[in-house]
Every structure is written in C-alpha cells, then in structure tokens.
C-alpha cells in the first residue's frame, strides 16, 4: 500500500470550483478547445473558459513562468508552461505543507523535498493530463474497431500486432 505524502483537500476545491463554475461537467466553451479540468477553468455556466483561452481574449500571453520548487526554495529555478497547466500544478502544490512551501529559514532538507514534490507532481500531472486521455482514447477506438471489424479487428486490417510483433511485416 503506497502512502499519500499528504491528505489532499483536492475534492473539496473541485466542490467549490463546481460550485464557482456553476455545472459538475464544466469545460472550455471556445470551440475545439476541450479543457475540462476545474483547475483550469474561469467564469461561469455558459461563458466559461480555460485560462488560456481567457489570457488570449484579454491580450495576454497563454505561457506563463513557473517555479517548480517555489520562489523561495529555488527562485532560480524557471520554467515557462502553458497556462492551464501552471494552474493544475499550483494547484497541486496548495496541498504541500505549508513549512515546504515557504522554507523560511532556507532549510536545505526543506529545499530538497519541495524539488522532490514538485519533480512527483510533474508525474502525476503527465498521467492525468496528458496519458489518462490518450488510454480513455485507445479504448475507446478498441470498442469502435471490434464493433465494425470484429474481435480480432487488427488482423481484419491487416495491421501488424505491435506489442507481440507478430505480423509486423505490413
Ligand atoms: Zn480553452
């Protein structure tokens, strides 16, 4: 059993920013856009739209500077991200304790941690944003695939099994 490096308050946020948002299935309403996540999204039921799409409407830039450790544990440490993405990663870091966050005495233990923390939540925001939508995806079209060409729909196709190799020769 893994243990959580600290209980999260991330559902009571999503509550709130339901709430805010004024629907449970908020998502960008700039055609094509698709961000659904809460964490990124301004406005209300209707008119509600990610920050990115809300910067580029008020003339601002979509990119934003982020500092993975804090400003204070590593102001040196910069990176740009787009901004729905900055918004998922402050987002995660609300739930580190408050003593990581701040480090006021410049404790190179705390300093370490918050690098650690912010390198863990890089991962998960990859496995949420970019790889959960890819896997929804992929089972998705096995479903489509089965339904139109049957169970073995590949071979149907003739397309090779790419994770036995076999029939790899298109
Ligand atoms: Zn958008």
């Given at each position: 059993m893994?243990?959580r490096l600290?209980?999260?308050?991330?559902?009571a946020?999503?509550e709130d920013?339901?709430?805010?948002?004024?629907?449970?299935?908020?998502?960008c309403?700039?055609?094509?856009c698709?961000?659904?996540?809460w964490r990124a999204l301004t406005?209300a039921y209707?008119?509600?739209?990610?920050y990115?799409?809300?910067?580029?409407?008020?003339g601002r830039?979509t990119?934003e500077?982020?500092h993975?450790a804090?400003?204070?544990?590593?102001p040196?440490?910069?990176v740009?991200?787009a901004?729905?993405?900055?918004?998922?990663?402050?987002?995660?870091?609300?739930d580190?304790?408050?003593e990581?966050?701040?480090?006021p005495?410049g404790?190179?233990a705390?300093?370490?941690?918050?690098?650690?923390?912010?390198?863990?939540?890089w991962?998960?925001?990859?496995?949420?944003?970019l790889?959960a939508?890819?896997i929804?995806?992929l089972e998705?079209?096995?479903?489509?695939?089965r339904?139109?060409?049957?169970p073995r729909?590949?071979e149907?196709l003739?397309l090779p099994n790419?994770?036995?190799?076999?029939g790899a020769?298109?």
């Amino acid at each position: 059993m893994t243990k959580r490096l600290l209980p999260s308050n991330a559902e009571a946020r999503a509550e709130d920013a339901f709430e805010r948002l004024g629907t449970r299935s908020p998502h960008c309403s700039v055609p094509g856009c698709g961000e659904s996540d809460w964490r990124a999204l301004t406005g209300a039921y209707l008119n509600i739209k990610c920050y990115e799409h809300r910067c580029a409407q008020q003339g601002r830039s979509t990119v934003e500077r982020h500092h993975p450790a804090g400003r204070k544990n590593n102001p040196k440490m910069e990176v740009t991200m787009a901004a729905n993405d900055h918004r998922v990663m402050d987002d995660y870091k609300v739930d580190w304790p408050e003593e990581t966050r701040r480090n006021p005495e410049g404790s190179p233990a705390l300093r370490a941690a918050a690098n650690l923390r912010s390198a863990r939540d890089w991962l998960v925001m990859i496995a949420e944003r970019l790889l959960a939508p890819v896997i929804a995806w992929l089972e998705a079209l096995e479903k489509c695939m089965r339904k139109r060409h049957g169970p073995r729909w590949w071979e149907a196709l003739g397309l090779p099994n790419m994770l036995t190799g076999r029939g790899a020769e298109l």
